[in-house]
């Protein structure tokens, strides 16, 4: 079953073109990495594919699980139901954080109870079990009654994580999950989010800077430049080779300084940048 | 040292800028506008009797003395009043920040539409411009004498500048969180309740008590208009002349409202 179908999304800021004309599906189960350069729509995608953002007018169509969150550059009427079922970790956490951390991953159910116990926040005691072990199964039960804010990064990001295992989404989004993050707690996420497509098989999406974390936990890759697809295939074929020549200059940014070389001559191609533009 | 020498010697290699003459022209225009303004003041203001408050001196020396002499004889009952000021301005306060709640949620721009943030704003704004004295008035015509229209005159005022001090609040929210919580699927009001609400508490507990501060000190002068409390007593003691027992209300209005001051500046410097 498709997961997510996204057809002819184009998204412009101003003048600059995030999103040109990018069509893509993910099936059900996959962990799929989104890597590009800063500025490259990685981002933007994601915040289409969960209605945060809405396309221009035009042919594009985004469906999750079959039924159409955005068409056209109108959001779905039931967008808000939808959501329920596309869990979103954020590069910077977006945790609430003057709440308690066991309260921040209970907002997760949200969208799932009904209106009027939500609105009171008036959680049952099986909801706060379960909130307490999706903490205990992301490596953080202590800091259940700590408020979001007194965390650190990595901490926060498991809390954000947590918070979509209360969703009981089917997939899951990643926007730059780890960007903000030391090696360690990078890594510690990337398992994490890994141990989650494979135990619930939950349909990941993750954009990252480096393709180093794409190569080690990701079986599929998408690379975007300047608001295009540019690559979508096994990420093992994406050697730095072809990093350099998908990124020129760009890549840099892309591999880890300490990764291990692949390729025996690193080319310097020519810039994107004096390809013509896109836009 | 050594790196503050080499900052200072940077600092001078640099050129100097020449100075904008336009800029110190409109200082000038306006301190000269300034003066215009007040001259054009004058004669309007009666400012010229100005002389009188010496050449009356009589007068003033009578009534200074009056009030050097406070009697508190009845002290009791100007604390009861005093009290009843104070009753006034809490739940008029209450009121209004419970009110300006919806109201400045409704006229932040960051969380409704502009077709409801004009229209609530300008009800605000028309609530926030016209003084509570007015707003009293009115209130002791429909309502009678007493506390009860100084509750609604300073509920309705008060209303109109917390909806204020709470949308800028609202407007200067991290949007981050609220988009989280949007994307587990929850309704617009779970978003504002969970993800705006927390971040602005502490904010409008601080606008809140500061509110009920000032509005003690106007209690205190809507009681001159019939609206109940220690201002009424203290407008009709300084009509008869009773300048003793007015300086005692005076008194014991300026240690209450200096130790509510107090109190509320601690509350808020716990919530901030």
């Known amino acids: 079953m498709t997961a997510i179908s996204v057809r002819n999304l184009s998204k412009s800021f101003g003048k600059k073109r995030a999103l040109d004309d990018v069509s893509l599906e993910v099936q059900c189960g996959e962990m799929v990495a989104l890597i590009g350069a800063s500025g490259s729509g990685k981002s933007t995608l994601i915040r289409h594919i969960c209605g945060l953002e809405i396309a221009q007018a035009g042919q594009s169509r985004i469906e999750v699980l079959g039924g159409a969150i955005q068409d056209g550059g109108r959001l779905a009427a039931k967008a808000r139901d939808m959501r329920r079922n596309i869990g979103v970790v954020f590069q910077q956490f977006n945790l609430v954080g003057r709440m308690s951390v066991l309260s921040n991953v209970l907002l997760g159910n949200l969208g799932r109870i009904p209106m009027w116990r939500g609105t009171l926040g008036l959680f049952t005691a099986e909801e706060k079990k379960a909130a307490r072990e999706a903490l205990a199964r992301v490596g953080i039960p202590e800091v259940a009654w700590q408020r979001a804010s007194t965390l650190s990064g990595g901490q926060q990001q498991r809390a954000a994580i947590a918070r979509t295992l209360i969703q009981r989404s089917n997939i899951l989004l990643a926007d730059e999950p780890i960007a903000s993050l030391d090696p360690s707690s990078a890594r510690r996420v990337m398992e994490i989010l890994a141990a989650v497509n494979r135990d619930e098989k939950i349909t990941c999406v993750v954009s990252l800077h480096q393709v180093e974390y794409a190569r080690r936990y990701c079986a599929r890759t998408i690379a975007l430049r300047d608001g295009r697809i540019v690559f979508d295939g096994p990420s093992s074929e994406l050697t730095n080779q072809m990093l350099i020549e998908l990124y020129g200059d760009n890549s840099e940014e892309l591999i880890l300084p300490d990764a291990p070389v692949q390729t025996a001559k690193p080319k310097r191609m020519p810039k994107p940048g004096n390809v013509p533009a896109f836009a | ?272």
């Open chain 2, 1 to 272: 040292m050594d790196q503050t020498a080499k900052i200072a010697s940077v600092a001078s290699a640099r050129p100097e800028v020449e100075r904008e003459w336009s800029r110190s022209l409109g200082t000038w225009a306006t301190w000269v506008a300034l003066l215009i303004l007040l001259v054009w003041s004058w004669a309007p203001a009666e400012m010229s009797r100005w002389t009188y408050l010496f050449s009356d001196a009589g007068n003033m020396a009578e009534y200074a003395s009056g009030f050097l002499r406070p009697d508190f004889s009845q002290w009791r009952y100007y604390i009861e009043e005093m009290l009843i000021t104070i009753q006034i301005a809490l739940w008029g306060t209450f009121l209004a920040a419970v009110f300006a709640v919806p109201f400045g949620i409704l006229s932040a721009r960051n969380l409704a539409p502009w077709y409801v943030v004009q229209p609530v704003r300008r009800v605000m704004d028309a609530c926030r411009s016209i003084h509570e004295l007015v707003f009293a008035v009115l209130f002791v015509v429909a309502v009678g004498l007493g506390p009860f229209a100084g509750v609604m005159a300073l509920f309705i005022h008060t209303t109109g500048i917390l909806a204020k001090l709470f949308s800028e609040a609202v407007e200067a929210i991290d949007a981050r969180p609220v988009e989280a919580i949007r994307a587990t699927g929850a309704s617009r009001l779970q978003e504002i309740i969970f993800g705006v609400v927390p971040q602005v508490m502490p904010l409008w507990t601080s606008y809140a008590l500061y509110r009920f501060e000032s509005n003690v000190r106007a209690a205190t002068v809507l009681g001159v208009i019939g609206a109940g409390g220690i201002g009424q007593v203290l407008f009709e003691a300084i009509r008869g002349f009773y300048y003793p027992q007015a300086s005692a209300m005076l008194i014991i209005m300026l240690i209450t409202v200096s130790l509510l001051d107090l109190l509320s500046q601690r509350l808020r410097k716990l919530f901030l």
